[in-house]
């Protein structure tokens, strides 16, 4: 493994995979680190991605897989481990023991929790964060999938085509996600859709059993008969290991600019870390390829 590459790319989830294809192109040595055996990042456990060009629909393994193939094609090197020990320092970059001319930071976002009781007591014991890992172990059972987002519809829609009774519990009136999903969602036999819930509490002795809910107008309670709920509320971008670093917005994620500059020069930020509009595939993938050129740009400065 190159311990001195032109662009050292923090995360392999799609802003990494792209950065990493521009990167060579441009002829630019490439390390890709990606803290999971598996490239992809979230985009990995989508189960189906249907507004990717090019793709009518596509599941999110799939894509991973041809992504990280061509960037291992073109010669970028994919190492699972994570990136840890930044030391971002103008003109002295290191991370661990890599010291490269330009870092691309891209280290995505994990899934927020609903810190309920419970929730930690079943974890991998009836509590998820991925239907797409997890759902072939609640075929044909009942389940709640918690969230108003993209996400949470298309978990909700996945857990269905396994024979899943699913019960979509949403804090607000109003969905977050796209018209489309929402009307499948509405549209299918083996989906229940309550709102404006709050889960309260799971529960359970050795698994899940139940989901205790309040409603967020009138204060009346509920118990769902449950075998698994799946949480789906939103994501937190991985930058606690940068903070120190590089400028960090409201949400904890990187300012910078269309450009991915970080203000640190040789440093950018691509996809889920970086604060932006809109937090798609396309959008990460758009934010590796200019992070890739810009820190072409800056290394032949």
């Known amino acids: 493994m190159n311990r001195t590459p032109d662009v050292l790319i923090a995360g392999g989830g799609p802003a990494g995979l792209t950065a990493a294809i521009y990167a060579r192109r441009a002829g630019l040595s490439a390390v890709v680190l990606e803290k999971e055996p598996m490239p992809g990042g979230q985009m990995a456990t989508t189960p189906d991605i249907e507004n990717m060009p090019g793709f009518t629909a596509i599941d999110g393994f799939s894509l991973s897989m ?84 993209n996400t949470a519809l298309e978990d909700a829609l996945h857990l269905a085509a396994l024979g899943c009774d699913v019960t979509l519990i949403h804090r607000r009136d109003g969905f977050r996600g796209s018209p489309p999903l929402l009307e499948r969602i509405r549209q299918h036999p083996a989906i229940r859709v309550m709102t404006p819930w709050l889960p309260v509490s799971i529960e359970g002795e050795t698994v899940v059993t139940g989901l205790r809910l309040t409603h967020a107008v009138s204060g009346e309670t509920a ?79």
């Open 66 to 149: 041809k992504m990280a193939e061509q960037a291992k094609e073109l010669g970028a090197e994919i190492a699972a481990l994570a990136a840890t020990d930044f030391h971002l320092e103008p003109g002295r970059l290191r991370v661990m023991e890599y010291a490269p001319k330009t870092v691309v930071l891209a280290m995505g976002a994990r899934r927020k929790r609903l810190n309920v009781p419970g929730e930690d007591t079943f974890a991998g014991r009836g509590v998820s964060y991925c239907a797409v890992c997890d759902g072939n172990f609640f075929k044909n059972r009942p389940v709640a999938v918690i969230g108003g987002g």
């Open 223 to 301: 118990v769902l008969p449950l075998s698994g709920v799946f949480v789906c509320i939103g994501t937190i971008a991985n930058t606690e290991d940068v903070k120190q670093w590089v400028p960090l917005g409201p949400e904890g994620r990187i300012l910078a600019g269309e450009d991915c500059e970080t203000g640190v020069p040789g440093v950018f930020a691509a996809g889920d870390v970086r604060e932006k509009p809109l937090y798609q595939i396309v959008t990460a993938a758009a934010d590796g390829a200019v992070a890739a050129m810009r820190a072409a740009a800056f290394i032949s400065r």
